[in-house]
């Protein structure tokens, strides 16, 4: 299946591809099954140095662009995996290598590159406030040389195949700052010390069997030197990730959605009732063609997003742009393969269902839909703000 989307990366698919095809339908199937982690598979990515793309040379990374890595995590969903088990150590690694110190930097990132470290946790989301970010609830109070932390985390993903996690919390009283997106900061917790001395995890079962949890903090102590940038100016820290957060996001979108696409279009081509294969229908094919159509305008997005974010040029309204039209199209593209398959779209040797499931979180996570739409027409449109 041809795209329209210009795309100078071909080796890099071809390799990307050779890899993902050791790792079969249904061996991706038995770890939606069992809701386990896809442990091999994330091995090999990171073996091969392509979870490190994005980390300078001098730190043992790729030193790539944001179009490499996005073009990296579509070609995982697109060839039938999740890029949800791994995806966090793209992005999350960002946050250190623009705010940590030298040293913080020399300490981690040789290790996250190579894999002997997993940066896969970020703890932002807290139960009673959602998106609204500015006023979560947990504290970070310095005493001497070290910060306790206090408080709940809710939709954390994959701790339990982390060794660090970043962690954003109120290190000013909400009530004593001018601004309320003033006073967080940002630390990084090893989780090997932290778990049973003051954190606790609790796992959170889910539609699309991804690895997240619920997180406590009780009187959690770590080091001073652990805080990354500045104490207090950790909501901009964060923010400055989410662009790249979001095409990434936008990427595996519409890797699902052109894999759904060849899923139903070769269902459609060989199953036959009333005498003629289905897709000679109407009524089959144009919902699979206008599912295409719509993936590869979200493509045309998605590495104009990449192209703004590696040329240091401002990409906020690419990046959300392109995240709501992939995630939209990759749910259409969704809907219409497993309409497309009827029955059979329900059994699980065919993988629809698992994928199906894993499409719908997008228009969720990490952004809603509705929040980016009330983004575009406030800092784009220059309408009132909404909220």
Known sequence: MQTSAPDTHTDLRDALRALCAQFPPEYHRKFGEDETYPEEFVDALTREGWLAAMIPEEYGGSGLGLT?????????????????HCHGQMYNMGTLLRHGSDEQKQ??????????????????????????????????VKKGDRYEINGQKVWISRIQHSDLMILLARTTPLKEVKKKSQGLSIFMVDLKEAIGNGMEVRPI???????????????LEIPAENLIGTEGRGFYH?????NAERTLIAAECIGDGYWFVDKARAYAGDRVVFDRPIGQNQGVQFPIARSYVNIEAANLMRFEACRRFDAGLDCGAQANMAKLLASEASWEAANACIQTHGGFGFAREYDVERKFREARLYQVAPISTNLILSYVGEHILGMPRSF
């Open 107 to 140: 300490t981690y990132l040789p290790g996250i590159a190579s894999g002997a470290l997993r940066l896969q946790s970020m703890a932002v989301t807290e139960p009673t406030t959602g998106t609204d970010t500015t006023k979560l609830k947990t504290t970070a």
């Open 238 to 242: 964060i923010l400055d990730g989410l």
């Open 68 to 84: 490499e890595a996005s073009i990296i995590m579509e070609e995982v969903n697109r060839c039938g995996g999740n890029a949800g």
């Open 205 to 219: 079962a889910n539609m699309p069997g991804h690895e997240t949890n619920e997180v406590f903090f009780d009187n």
